[in-house]
């Protein structure tokens, strides 16, 4: 393995093409092709309910409800793994090892049934801690490769390889889905069904096959050459803790990060949901008109989100971080109520792209925003590890209310509109959110 020093163009790029590997998970799996076949799967089955662990659910309380098991046990084990990457000499074999589970993972999804819901959605939930989990050894290499400088171009350098990387895969698959026979899977439904199962395995290889390139110049790590004791496990839990105890002395960072709290668990929720409830509650008219309207309406989103998140820096420059914030929650208490009453694809299109100009906002603004109420310190990782359990534990919360609502009323309009809670509580915090002239 090459030596390279830090700050290395090679060495910076090995980083950043990690992104190019892992990005077509979060696209593909959790976002497009798989929603689409899951909620598919049910109806060529002529199923709405599975029994599991001895209880009937539907379809899609049953994904949210494992969603939120899976971010839970992430938002459990990112401490531990915070601290072990921060101690551990050989970091690079913790990331292998979630790379190939959630790579493997995705594969596995190939054999996804509903006659063996249980494994199958071991498969899923593996496959979301594999992604997560690998990403928190992923970040925890930026220091060690580029300078504080190069901070800031590297990782919006990964994040734009990782964009176009997975929209490249999932173009490949929406064409496996809509012509199978030219892929040699046949033609109708069952055909498309066989092509998304391809798809799944497609981005366990890429995964692995592209990861290659970033373990082969990433550095082992700094090796500290002590054996990692039970102190060093608990040591992330101990810098959170210290985290928690300092919000008693910054009243402005803890009303934002309240804020933050509320208002991302509606924000994640609706992300991870967006594509189940186009599937199931837009009269599409048939399969092939449903696959294309969805899949393009996330790339509609992808799309926009990025010029969102350039308008709404631009408007915090000129109107402060906390003001933008405010407004943009307001727009998403629009869009639960105007999503509750949408039933034309062309209806479904024009809200995800409002979805797509506030996501990349409220995103990017969000965690600049933190950033901006940090205190004088070293320490920001332990901040920034907080700042991501906390975001984590929102989704858990968030995906359990939805998956909760979705169950009992029967209904995903109702989970979404119940979800205009969670933003007008988000707006009446922020205004409680002390502000200064550069917020």
């Known amino acids: 393995m090459p030596n390279l020093q830090k700050g290395s163009k090679k060495l910076l790029n090995a980083w950043a093409f990690y992104d190019w590997a892992n990005s077509v998970y979060s696209l593909v799996i ?34 949210s409800y494992t969603t939120a098991a899976a971010f839970l046990i ?32 995705c594969m596995g999804l190939y054999f996804f049934s509903i006659e063996n819901i249980h494994i199958s959605l071991l498969f899923y939930f593996l496959g979301l801690i594999g992604f997560w989990g690998s990403l928190v050894f992923y970040n925890s290499y930026l220091p060690d490769v580029a300078f504080p400088e190069q901070q800031d171009s590297v990782s919006a350098r ?20 809509m012509f199978p026979q030219y892929f040699g899977f046949g033609e109708g439904g069952t055909a498309s069904m066989q092509a998304m199962r391809w798809s799944f395995v497609s981005v366990g290889v890429w995964w692995i096959l592209f990861s290659q390139f970033s373990f082969y110049f990433l550095p082992k790590g700094n090796k500290s050459g002590k054996k990692v004791s039970a102190k060093i496990v608990l040591n992330g839990f101990r810098e959170l803790k210290g985290v928690y105890n300092s919000l008693s002395e910054n009243i402005q960072l803890k009303r934002y990060l ?140 968030g995906m359990l209310i939805y998956g909760f609502i979705d169950q009992i009323t029967g209904s995903m309009r109702n989970a979404i509109l119940f979800l205009v809670i969670f933003f007008m509580t988000g707006v009446f915090l922020l205004v409680r959110v002390p502000r200064n002239k550069n917020n």
């Open 30 to 63: 959790a976002s497009a092709i798989f929603p689409i076949y899951y909620q598919a799967l049910f109806k060529s089955a002529a199923v709405t309910t599975v029994t599991v662990f001895g209880g009937a659910i539907r379809s899609t309380p049953l994904i």
């Open 74 to 105: 992430v938002a459990l084990i990112s401490p531990l793994l915070s601290g072990i990457a921060d101690y551990v000499g050989n970091k690079k074999n913790f990331m292998k090892f979630f790379c190939y589970l959630g790579a493997l993972s």
């Open 158 to 177: 990964g994040y734009s390889m990782g964009y176009i990387g997975s929209v490249i895969l999932l173009l490949f698959n929406l064409g496996m889905v």
């Open 258 to 397: 309240v804020a933050f709290f509320v208002y991302s668990m509606a924000v994640q929720t609706v992300m991870l949901v967006a594509t189940y409830f186009g599937e199931q509650e837009i009269s599409w008219g048939d399969d092939d008109a449903k696959t294309i309207g969805l899949i393009l309406s996330i790339l509609i989103i992808q799309l926009v989100a990025v010029l969102g998140a350039f308008l709404t820096s631009s408007a915090s420059k000129r109107f402060g971080n906390i003001p933008v914030l405010i407004i943009i929650n307001i727009i998403w208490v629009g869009i639960c109520i105007v999503a509750y009453f949408i039933y034309a694809p062309m209806q479904f299109y024009i809200t995800a792209g409002i979805v797509g100009l506030v996501m990349g906002g409220i995103q990017s603004l969000s965690r600049s925003t933190y950033s901006k109420f940090l205190p004088e310190t070293k320490d920001t990782t332990s901040y920034f590890s907080f700042y991501d359990v906390a975001e984590k534990i929102g989704i858990v919360i």
